[in-house]
C-alpha cells in the first residue's frame, strides 16, 4: 500500500518538494504545550476548511491515542512543526491532547546509577 506521503511531496531524486517549515506556515511555536510523549487523538468533528493536507494527514493518524513523536515519524516532519499541525487541530476541537504524567520524583537515583554502570561496562 502506497504511503499517504507519496506523490506530490516526495521526489526519489530530489526527496521532499515542500520546505518543513512551509507546511506550518513559517510558525515554530504551537499554540497547545504539546510533548513529545503527549497522546493525541481524533474527536471526530471535522477540521476547519482552511487547514491544508498535512492537517489532515495527522489527523488520520490518530484514530487511537498516538503520540506527537510517532505522528511525526509518520509525517516525516520535525517535532515542531509537527506539533504546530497538532496544535491547530486541539484548537479546532479536531483532536484532543493528554501531556504525559510525570511522578513527583521524575528520576530515580538508583536507575540511572544502574544505566551508567551498565554504558560503563560497555566501553
Known sequence: MPSPLDGPWLDDAAGRLIRP???SGGRTKPSTALDLLSMVMA???A???HMGPEHALALGLCDGPTSVA???AHLRLPAVVTKVLLSDLVDCGAITAKS???HAQPTDRSLLEAVLDGLRRRL
Open 70 to 72: 510517532e505522528i511525526a
Open 21 to 23: 517549515y512551509t507546511v
Open 47 to 49: 477540521p476547519q476548511p
Open 43 to 45: 474527536t471526530g468533528s
Open 100 to 102: 504525559p504524567r510525570f
